[in-house]
């Protein structure tokens, strides 16, 4: 070892005196002569401790940390395209980068406190010289601080290792808080249109030889004939509404429609049912009288042929409006009694008589329809509604030339209607006379029939053969009601605005999942003030984390730990001048 070097580094040495061996120069010495392992303690020194960084960063993280909190409360609950306009990054990486910086300024402050701890404590009292490592370690990491807090009674400096520790742990927590969630949103939309059906009246031209009983063909109604035909053969029409998009309707409307109520008059009508044969003995005719006082004549031919099913109707309406002013007209106006049986083809016509399967009765009235909880999707349109009876409505004909016919409903069974459905005498005479055509009875023969009548008389009885009636009445009323309310083709319609629906993106944040990386936060704050304080109660300069302060700090034949320099400031100037080589 030449003498320039023993004279460049005298000042590391203090008082012992450099030991070499195959491993180089050592100029941090114990005693040789020593045989015990004694704890250590560090000499006094001059230079005070500087804190002017390690309060930056701390001040930097508790900024951070609160930047990170005004984001999330200036987004929560608000729409997250909308709200959230920075580019190229989005809300979640905003939110990792600045807890990443928080956490980098904090145990920054955190770690350079626990290495001014290691100082203090080893002023303070004796200590096993393996501890340096260990305090030095847990400013490295979580593993580091984890084996510290296990292993080394607990001190101040245990505060800044579970600091440490709950720095790792906060990140998912942290990562928990952001929670992006589509929710439908409702936006008034003048373009989203669905119409309720407020009477019915064509205006349909009439001359002075039409009565009201036998309107003009000419004038009758062909948009109601079609709903009812579409109806009896359960042919959908799509939803007339308007929409692009998702729509939705909120509140009640009432529109004006129409319902059918049908039973099963079996038994009774049987109780009516007189038989007779024709001139000739071959037919036998039997006739049936329903409650709603509708009759019809089945035909037996044994050995040839049966009725298999029949469809005929009353109107209680035609005498009704063609009555004295002022006159009440019911809401129901026509009763449909549907005969079926199948017994003629079972026996092959073998047996005396028909047998019915089943004989209904439907009764077709206006109705007040009340539509709510409208939505749309696309082509799709759902609601919920309900059919009010109608009360008894008013045609007055004391002013035929201003209100021509015209039938005035103003009441329900809930309550009054306003403003009231308007029904033209006309035009509903003009369906009832529909439904008494052979259009729509019927009288299917089955079996060895006369020509005639399974031809003129067929009507729509196959929308009946083996079928439900109720359902297929069902049906029916629902054609004729979407006929009123159509938007391209009810007669008398109310348009309603909708609202347009779309699914936007809100952020919910949930602040429990910060609950931990705030009192993280404290207790670092709280630390790294506490060891100032403490630290300058004990006077030890600001060694910290520093690897020159270990250089500068021999060991003493005493078991002491001591330096020739007053503090960092002077090491870090003496460094600055100094090459060093390991041997």
Known sequence: MDSNYHGEYERFRGGSNPKTDNRGVYEMVTPADNPHI???????SKESASWGWELFTLLLSVLLFGAQVAILLWVKDKPYYQTWGVPYLSLNAAIAILTTACKASQLHAVGEALGQVKWVNFKTAPRRLKQFELYDATSRGPGGAALFVSTVRWNLATVGAFVVILALVADPFTQQVIELKAQNVTTRDETALFSVGQGYNTNPLQTALNEITQPDIASRDPGIQGAILRGIYNIKSPDEFQCGGACSWDGTYKS????????????????????SKSE?????????????????STEYVQTDSATALLVAVNDTLLDAIDSTPLSRVSADFLQVAVFQSNSGEKSSFNDPGIVADNITECTLSLSLYEYSNIRSNGSQLSFDHISRRLEPGWQDLSHQLENPRNITFNQSDTGPID?????????????????????????????????GKDTDRIGTGAAFLNADVPTVFSALAQSMTEYLRSLSKGPNIETVQGARVESVVFVRIRLEWLILPLVEEFVALVFVVWVIFYNKRHRVPGWKSSALAVLAHNIHHDNSLVSNFQGPKEIERYAENVDARLR
Do not use: M, Q, R
């Open 256 to 275: 004006l429609g129409f319902s059918s109520a049908c039973k099963d008059i079996k038994e009774t009508a049987e109780a009516t049912k007189v038989c």
């Open 419 to 451: 403003p009231p459905f308007i029904v033209n005498g006309y035009d509903w005479a003009s369906a009832v006379l529909f439904f008494e055509s052979t259009a729509f009875t019927s009288h299917i023969i089955s079996g060895n029939a006369i020509k």
């Open 280 to 296: 000739n003995g071959v037919i036998l005719f039997c006739n049936y009288t329903t409650p709603g006082d509708v009759h019809f």
């Open 38 to 44: 004694n704890p250590l303690i560090v000499a006094p």
